[in-house]
């Protein structure tokens, strides 16, 4: 079964680095886009970055110069290095699958604190 699981989340200092990464089990990861997607506490969820099979990348402009998000097809994993981290970054980062027709997969999510 699938399975998607993030490791790297924390708290830290306004300006700090953290580098989130995503284990993906359970089916052919190098063929599916691959996101990280996050929730701010009462916000709904914004998709930070995203990743093709072959390595095109997309970033939402608030990640934009800051995270750069990549993947390893071998080893079935999905990084992303967060830089110059903001207050306004704080949320729960999830690893999610882009599937046909929707994120269909989701992982549990990591919490990172900018503060």
């Known amino acids: 079964h699938v399975q998607l699981v993030e490791s790297g989340g924390g708290l830290v200092q306004p300006g700090g680095s953290l580098r989130l990464s995503c284990a993906a089990s359970?089916?052919?990861?190098?063929?599916?886009?691959m996101y990280w997607v996050r929730q701010a506490p009462g916000n709904k969820c914004d998709v930070v970055s995203t990743i093709s099979p072959d390595g095109s990348t997309y970033y939402a402009d608030s990640a934009k110069g800051r995270f750069t998000i990549s993947r390893d097809n071998a080893k079935n994993r999905l990084d992303l290095q967060m830089n110059s981290l903001k207050p306004e970054d704080t949320a729960v980062y999830y690893c999610v699958r882009g599937g046909i027709w929707s994120l269909d997969y989701w992982g549990q999510g990591t919490q990172v604190t900018v503060s």
């Open positions: 359970g089916f052919a990861f190098s063929r599916h886009w």
